[in-house]
């Protein structure tokens, strides 16, 4: 027969005392629903709450769609957001890290989830956080529909958390990206706003090699600590390439990520061809500062870093679509064009034929 009275079981352990917060992920959700609501657009079926998200693709407009899916993080530019205390801004980075990627695809971002996991769930940080992701569905155009807040004790550092994103798009059947891509297409560079989300494990190692601190000022970047330089967030350049693809100005696009113009460029291009680099541009001071603080080698900038260039667009009509880009206010770069490559069936490759200069200027 057991001894276990009513007033024993109550005074047994809880799930709070094991380190899991159910009330702070309840005020979470709470403190979030007005950014989520924000970002609601045609086809969201429901709201916050639900098991599952539902989506029309009837009602967005689409009539013969091909769904596009990616998922990405924002790296370990998260330690320098937990180290400065900087959340607001690393939500807009993990939608860009995703919709950059369908968007060079042809494909209209829908709608976002997030995943928030922590040992220690910190309501309000979370919730800065969550608000960046909010913002950036806004500027994107898609709704931010659910996500997943995972409270882990003892899985991370007190004060640590780690982000993943989830996006879906759609895109007619007949457009989607890259389409025929031909020698003689012109290649056009969107510049990048900095740093973005690749390449954060060299940067901390030169910060440390050094002997930089965060809160120091930013010898690149008048006005602003390093923590705040480093921390600008990754461009979205959903509007402006959906733009140029719907008025037919697009035969492929690459999102400069890790890897850099080598390893994203060729990504795009058929076989049987090469992009050629053969106009320069200058990079922004934050790389030509890593350049010179980390004696980082030219060719290792291009590999690690976007180096200036976030968005590279193929185009067969390069006069239309720099102008159409100056009027979404865009200082497009004119990079090079595409070619033949030497053998019709090999890898697509990338022919450097000038190279950027990162010297400080």
């Keep these: 027969m057991s001894n276990t009275t009513p007033d024993s079981r109550s005074q047994g352990l809880t799930y709070r005392e094991a380190g899991v917060d159910i009330e702070a992920g309840d005020a979470l959700v709470e403190a979030i629903k007005p950014a989520a609501k924000a970002t609601i657009r045609s086809g969201v079926m429901g709201g916050l709450g ?8 009837k009602a967005a407009g689409f009539a013969d769609p091909v769904l596009v899916s990616c998922t990405d993080g924002v790296g370990t530019k998260l330690n320098l957001a937990i180290d400065c205390g900087l959340h607001d801004t690393v939500g807009i980075d993990l ?17 976002f989830l997030d995943y928030f996991a922590t040992g220690k769930l910190a309501v309000e940080d979370a919730a800065r956080v969550v ?18 807040t995972a409270e882990m004790p003892g899985m991370y550092a007190p004060g640590h958390y780690d982000l993943a994103g989830f996006s879906v798009g759609a895109a007619e059947r007949n457009a989607l990206l890259p389409g025929t891509i031909r020698p003689g297409d ?48 990754t461009r979205l350049y959903v509007k402006q ?3 140029l693809h719907r008025e037919g100005l697009l035969s492929g696009a690459a999102h400069i990520t890790g890897g850099g113009l080598p390893g994203n460029l060729p990504r795009v291009l058929p076989k049987g061809t090469k992009a050629v680099i053969d106009q320069t541009w200058t990079p922004l001071p934050v790389f030509r500062w890593l350049a010179k603080t980390g ?8 590999r690690v870093f976007n180096s200036g260039i976030g968005m590279v667009l193929i185009t067969p009509e390069p006069d239309a679509a720099l102008a159409r ?21 090999a890898a697509p490759t990338l022919d450097m034929a000038v190279m950027p200069d990162f010297a400080e200027g």
């Design 50 to 57: 639900g098991f599952g998200a539902l989506f029309d693709l």
């Design 241 to 243: 390439v959906l733009a």
């Design 186 to 233: 012109a290649l056009i560079g969107l510049p990048s706003s900095g740093v973005h989300s690749n390449g954060f494990s060299l940067v901390r190692r030169i910060l440390e090699a050094a002997g930089l601190a965060l809160r120091d000022d930013a010898p690149f970047s008048e006005g602003q600590t390093l923590a705040e330089a480093l921390m600008t967030p």
């Design 325 to 345: 880009l100056r009027d979404f206010g865009e200082a497009p770069i004119r990079l090079g064009h595409v070619e033949e490559g030497t053998e019709a069936d």
């Design 131 to 148: 608000r960046g992701i909010a913002e950036g569905c806004r500027l994107s155009g898609c709704a931010l529909v659910g996500g997943e």
């Design 295 to 302: 004696g980082v080698a030219p060719d290792e900038m291009l």
């Design 95 to 111: 939608v860009a890290m995703c919709v950059n990627d369908l968007v060079v695809q042809g494909a209209e971002p829908l709608f």
